[in-house]
């Protein structure tokens, strides 16, 4: 259920960064619902796999930024995302530089957090008790 609700919650966080965000967009021509699916997916995993792997290695820069370094490696595990779809999947969002993609992580990680937060288990919530 947990992995569900974060798939949703990034697909939909997406989807406000394409409209908020300029320099990102998404051709409309392939279904919307479809190209959110699978970039929520491969961005879920990429940030599972490779984007842990890179916040491990730039852990003493994170110390030194007091985190702040961690919206530089989510931009560009946004990047690649974009770029790994398009590839193999043709989804067709374009994230048009570096700097929208840090706005379009701030927001993602703000959505995603308060989703999170706001559907999690009950049960946990009266652990942490």
Known sequence: MKFLIRWIS???????????????EMDYG????????????????VNVTLGNLLRLFSFP??????????????????MFTAWLTNGLFGTGLII??????????IIISFVTMIMTAL???????????
């Not at 820069?61 to 946004?78: H, P, S």
């Open 96 to 105: 048009g530089g570096f700097w929208p993609a840090v706005g379009a992580s």
């Open 119 to 129: 559907f999690t288990d009950d049960e946990k919530k009266k652990d942490r008790c």
């Open 30 to 45: 392939i279904d919307t619902w479809w190209t959110l699916a699978v970039f929520g997916l491969m961005l879920g995993l």
């Open 10 to 24: 990034i697909a939909l966080a997406v989807a406000l960064a394409i409209r908020f965000v300029p320099g990102i």
């Open 61 to 78: 820069v994170m110390i030194l930024t007091l985190g702040l370094f961690n919206i530089v490696i989510n931009a560009l595990m946004l």
